[in-house]
């Protein structure tokens, strides 16, 4: 049996956060074998002291988490603070895996770190491989193609994109001993470990339906063969877009993502734009693909909440028994709803997964996951998502 709990402190030394965090969750699994510590931690705080601090508490407890746009605890979002997740078992294997090459060579970066996960991994099924990569690097379809690569391409890779609360200069991955940037680390599970998934945005399409007619990697250019950022006119109007483009990442575009879909599926894939570029293109936080149809996107305060409570359902009923449930709530949900309904939205998920049910998480630049089976959608990063990710059995 795997049992898990949470810590967390909201101390202003980086240091002690760590040390309180961790104490607080090493204090109801005292007398376990403790595999795995997850840790989120604010980016406001000195990164490498807060994870000696982590490391006085849980010395040798294998170690892997990310800097946040902000922290989820059971009780709802706080800020400022550190988060601690720590899974205890006789049987549960896991290891540690880390890649910094991600902004120059992204399949390999995720060829490595799966790789050097494996490489400490026992001869025991897979369940599926935790992944945190960096937010402010559109390249993660690559790399979670590197990583299926070596377990295989029908293995799970699940996870979330590092923030660093809406300043977009840097963010951090946790690495046992070491916070890295630019970056990809993550664990991989074992079975008898089970991991169940649920994924939903409640964002609805608010402009005509453009086909992307030019487009390369993470970079949009044309829509209907004109200028890709003419898409905010329609909505915003001439002027306004003209302002958007030219300051360039704002709150406006953040709440405004865009919508991706095509004819083989009625899901629709978000995408945030992170900045403008020339002539109109617009560099988006994930692959964009030529002949995909586009809309731009807008979210509800009741279809955003609703859509938890049913990511939180998918994740938990494919498990006979739930271990601890990890929130992925991408920043820009906190954002559209406000300080009040954001904590309703983690009570919606609370009530979902159970009162007793240890959970934790952060506010994210993006989630990772797998839709389906088709290889079309096996590397999909969406953004205004919350990923809910159930551990049990």
Known sequence: MVVASVGWSMRSDADACGREAAARALELLPRRKHKLALVFGSSWLDQEQLLRGVRAVLDGVPLTGQSTAGEIIPDGPISHSCVVVLLASDALACSIGVSEGVATAPRLA??????????????????????????LIPKYADVVRGIQEVFGTSSLVVGAMAGDDLRFTQT???AQDRAVSRAVTGVLLGQPLKIGIGIEHGFAPISKPRRITRARANVLMELDRKPAASVYEEYFGADAAERLCVTGQTRQAIAYPLGLCNETTDRWLLRNVVSFGEG???????????????????????????????????????LNRVTCVLVFDSVIRRTLLGAAHAALEIARIREAVGSSTPMAGCYTYGEQVSFSASPAESCATQTGSVLVVALGD
């Open 110 to 135: 995720g060829q490595q770190a799966a790789s050097h996960a494996l490489r400490d991994f026992p001869a025991s099924p897979r369940a599926g491989f935790l992944l945190f990569g960096d937010g």
């Open 172 to 174: 951090y991955q946790y």
């Open 280 to 318: 109109g293109s617009l560099v988006c936080n994930g692959d964009v693909q030529e002949g995909t149809w586009l809309q731009l996107m807008l979210g509800s305060r009741e279809l955003v909440l609703n859509a938890a409570r049913k990511a939180a359902q998918q994740a938990v009923q494919a």
